[in-house]
């Protein structure tokens, strides 16, 4: 865990957003936390991801999503790098 988020302020975002119990109230805490740029780049970040996992080509990523091969790039090194969110994320959703 990368020590410079680990914060009492993250700490905090991270409880209220662990509070949200549905959808709806998502779209109204994020709606009133994020730009909508921002929450539409985080989106896209996922469904990046997503596609990644599915073996796509950054091609077809960034045709499907207009992602630039950076973002394509920089979420790949995540996926390959990182903490594993996205691996345990994508498991939780997909055994829905």
């Known amino acids: 865990m990368n020590k410079k988020i680990k914060t009492e302020a993250v700490d905090r975002l991270f409880d209220a957003i ?3 119990e549905n959808k709806e109230e998502c779209y109204s805490f994020f709606e009133d936390l994020c730009t909508v740029n921002e929450l539409l780049s985080l989106s896209q970040r996922f469904e990046v991801a997503a596609m990644l996992k599915n073996r796509n080509t950054y091609l077809e990523i960034a045709e499907k999503t207009g992602a630039s091969t950076a973002t ?3 979420v790949n090194r ?3 790098y990182g903490n594993d969110g996205y691996d345990l ?3 939780r959703i997909n055994n829905q």
Do not use: T
């Open 89 to 91: 994320v994508f498991a």
């Open 18 to 20: 662990l509070s949200l």
């Open 72 to 74: 394509i790039s920089r």
């Open 78 to 80: 995540s996926l390959n």
